[in-house]
């Protein structure tokens, strides 16, 4: 089915690992972003992709690096994980819909737990 | 900067019942879009309906519509006829510079029978 892959759905990390998720579409969409979700929050906005090439920093980018390898996948990496990244991970691309307007796509997202 | 206030951490509304989630939002760009997602239990984002700055009329997806009030900076959704399966964390956004999509805290609904 088209759409955004995630992996991993679970991880858990020991403070101080280091862990990369990766992100994928097949929409031939231009942008890409990877949010966190925290209890009464909402989604925050940690780094986006508006093209291939390109990347700049969200809301929350500290502690985060991202790479986006090509059109279809955009990766986050975690270099030294710590509790406070404790979180669930959404990876989304956006694009042009058949109404015309920029509708976004989001993966089923990754529960990360670092203890 | 571009902003999306939800005033209800929680609802409740009998079922069969129409029911209204506040959304209001913070913008100087002319341009924008306010979209609603719907996220169960199980945890992925559901797109249920998009409404354009310039857009004239209300949105409106199957039982989900949106008042759009403009001068208000308002943006609420209306869910008729209230089911079950419609208990869920329901979040309101607004497509900010760069095409970034920006969110509410949400609303959880709990829809009782």
């Known amino acids: 089915n088209a759409g955004v892959t995630q992996t991993p759905k679970f991880q858990v990390l020991k403070t101080g690992q280091s862990m990369t998720l990766q992100c994928a579409q097949d929409?031939?969409?231009?942008?890409m972003y990877w949010y966190r979700q925290d209890p009464g929050m909402g989604l925050r906005l940690i780094y986006y992709s508006a093209s291939e090439g390109t990347t700049d920093k969200g809301e929350v980018p500290n502690g985060y690096n991202v790479s986006r390898l090509n059109k279809r996948e955009f990766s986050l990496r975690l270099e030294s994980a710590a509790p406070s990244q404790t979180s669930v991970y959404f990876c989304?691309?956006?694009?042009?819909?058949?109404?015309?307007?920029?509708?976004?796509?989001f993966g089923s997202g990754t529960r990360l737990t670092v203890v | 900067a571009q902003k999306i206030t939800q005033t209800q951490p929680g609802m409740f509304v009998q079922e069969k019942e129409a029911v209204t989630l506040d959304c209001t939002y913070d913008t100087s760009d002319p341009s924008y879009g306010l979209f609603w997602y719907k996220q169960p239990s199980s945890g992925e984002m559901i797109f249920l309906i998009y409404q354009g700055s310039y857009d004239q009329q209300n949105a409106t997806e199957g039982r989900y519509s949106l008042n759009f009030q403009k001068a208000r900076k308002s943006a609420n959704l209306v869910i008729s006829a209230s089911q079950l399966g419609d208990s869920a964390m329901y979040f309101c956004?607004?497509?900010?510079?760069?095409?970034?999509?920006?969110f509410g805290a949400g609303t959880i609904l709990r829809v009782k029978s």
């Open positions: 989304a691309s956006s694009g042009l819909t058949g109404a015309a307007y920029y509708g976004y796509t």
């Open positions: 956004a607004m497509r900010a510079s760069g095409n970034k999509l920006v």
């Open positions: 929409m031939n969409h231009n942008s």
